[in-house]
């Protein structure tokens, strides 16, 4: 029970309560009761007319190859496996140059745009009018580590938050049952850096991201007790029913104590979490072709997973785009999707230095399916138009050979696509004959272009959202950034 000597601030209690819903649900109820004082970045009122409310952003952890799924060049194709020669030195992550790598798929045109997209992203096709590809993003690192944080925080240091904690804090949840930034990884474990891809740094720890893991035992951790012979239901509620007396005894004697009365309603929160959260996770409710859009494997979970294959990829994938498109449709402002994990053996993620064909092709048919799945059903909901989804990896693949079947990093050049929020289709920025550095040297499109732009959809003037952190004004695009007009509706 807290008596007057707990001291009871953001920093002596917010961290305790680091991950679970509870602890979500508390900080955001204290904000919402004026219990906290108020936030000196978050935003009394959005900088200008939102075109969008929420995001999702599908990350392809390894560094998934542009060359092979959406940046098409015949070049390649035309002198596979004769030396190439792109005029400069080049120095790889691991490798040295090999030959000229022609993409092992073939790409054919689609949509009224004629996109050319690689056959194993073809389930895109029908959605690509809606598409803007990006085909000329830079980085600045070729190490996955740092690579990811750059492309989740806009640092490829530790300590920064994530855009999901920006859009959090900024714009705090749509649900009164819900956390507003939720994270859906690979099922088989989390990508480089783990949790800080999600973290909050800084900012209050209500706004990290909250892991759910759909198809899993156990999709969120301590939601519900633990199944054991000595804890049941009814001494579990016994139990919450003895600390209600508690609370109302001594709320009784300290009737001007506030934050007591906020403890007792975030019970009664939780108690709402574990209902709407089940049932955002309860895909038996969808009917058939929905989920066999999302191409969700009749065994479900129980998929064939011991070798990597594409039926697994797309029962995977998919269930996590249609959790998070019932997630959305309950107020979460901000949900992120992960393909792939770290790096272990076999492979799991598109790192593919020793063959691309095995690990794209499955991977990519996956991700394909679902993703043009949730991209058509938030379109006949009526929700494309204000949900803004973006595509990115770490990195991108080279133009030639590592081995005779591998593709070594690539930080010159990638492609990121954004779809939706008020985003028009298209093609918006080159990379050169080869894919390996960009068109236009003088103009490449950075992270903190794309990070200004997400933000500018939501309402959002990307210098504007600032945390004084260490003496300095922190914001997601650090000092640089530009809102990417040519590509907004």
């Known amino acids: ?72 060049k015949p070049l390649l194709t035309k002198r596979d496996g004769q030396p ?17 790598f022609g993409s092992p798929w073939a790409f054919k045109p689609h949509g009224q745009c004629g996109k050319m997209l690689s056959e194993i992203v073809a389930p895109l096709g029908s959605v690509v009018d809606d598409i803007a590809f990006i085909h000329n993003v830079v980085g600045k690192t ?85 199944k054991s012979s000595f804890i049941t239901a009814e001494n579990d509620r016994a139990g919450l029913d003895t600390l209600a007396t508690l609370n109302r005894l001594h709320a009784a004697q300290h009737p001007g104590d506030d934050r007591l009365l906020a403890r007792i309603r975030s019970y009664e929160l939780a108690a709402a979490m574990q209902l709407s959260a089940t049932d955002a996770l309860d895909l038996s409710r969808e009917p058939q072709h929905i989920r066999d859009l999302y191409g969700l494997a009749p065994e479900g979970s129980a998929v064939d997973d011991t070798s990597i294959n594409a039926k697994a990829e797309r029962e995977f994938f998919g269930r996590k785009c249609l959790v998070a498109r019932r997630l959305l449709e309950r107020g979460v402002r901000f949900v992120q999707i992960w393909s792939g994990n770290d790096n272990g053996f076999p492979r799991r993620n598109w790192d593919s230095h020793e063959d691309v064909k095995r690990d794209h092709e499955p991977l990519a048919l996956g991700m394909a399916t679902g993703t043009a799945a949730l991209i058509a059903d938030l379109k006949q909901r009526g929700m494309l138009e204000d949900t803004l989804i973006l595509w990115t990896t770490e990195f991108g693949r080279m133009p030639c050979s590592q081995g005779s079947k591998g593709r070594d990093h690539n930080p010159f050049v990638f492609t990121n696509w954004l779809c939706g929020g008020g985003i028009k ?12 550095r960009t068109q236009n040297p003088a103009a490449p499109t950075t992270v903190y272009d794309i990070h200004a732009t997400l933000l500018h959809q939501l ?28 590509i907004i509706a």
Not at 30 to 58: E, M, N, T, Y
Not at 84 to 100: H, I, M, N, R, Y
Not at 174 to 180: G, H, R, T
Request: glycine share 10%; net charge negative.
């Open 84 to 100: 190439w020669d792109p005029g400069e030195k080049v120095e790889l992550f691991q490798s040295t140059p090999g030959a000229c």
């Open 425 to 436: 289709g298209g093609t918006y920025g080159e990379s050169d004959e080869w894919g390996f």
């Open 142 to 226: 070729g190490v996955h580590s740092q690579g990811t944080l750059l492309q989740t925080t806009g640092f490829q240091l530790p300590g920064f938050p994530s855009a999901g904690s920006w859009v959090s804090y900024a714009l705090g949840s749509e649900s009164e049952n819900l956390p507003s930034f939720v994270v859906l990884p690979d099922h088989r474990g989390l990508a480089s850096n783990g949790a800080k891809n999600w973290a909050n740094a800084f900012l209050p720890a209500q706004h990290q991201g909250t892991v759910i893991r759909p198809g899993s035992t156990e999709p969120i951790a301590d939601l519900h007790a633990p």
């Open 1 to 72: 029970m807290w008596t007057e000597s707990h001291a009871f601030t953001r920093r002596s209690f917010l961290p305790t309560l680091t991950g679970s819903f509870a602890g979500l649900a508390l900080a955001d109820l204290f904000q919402r009761d004026g219990l906290l004082a108020a936030q000196p970045g978050s935003l009394r009122s959005l900088h200008h007319p939102p075109r969008a409310k929420r995001i999702v952003q599908l990350f392809m952890a390894g560094a998934a190859s542009h060359v092979d799924m959406f940046d098409h």
């Open 459 to 486: 309402g959002i003037d990307h210098t504007r959202l600032t945390v004084r952190h260490n003496s300095l004004d922190r914001r997601l695009t650090d000092v640089h950034g530009h809102v990417l007009t040519e």
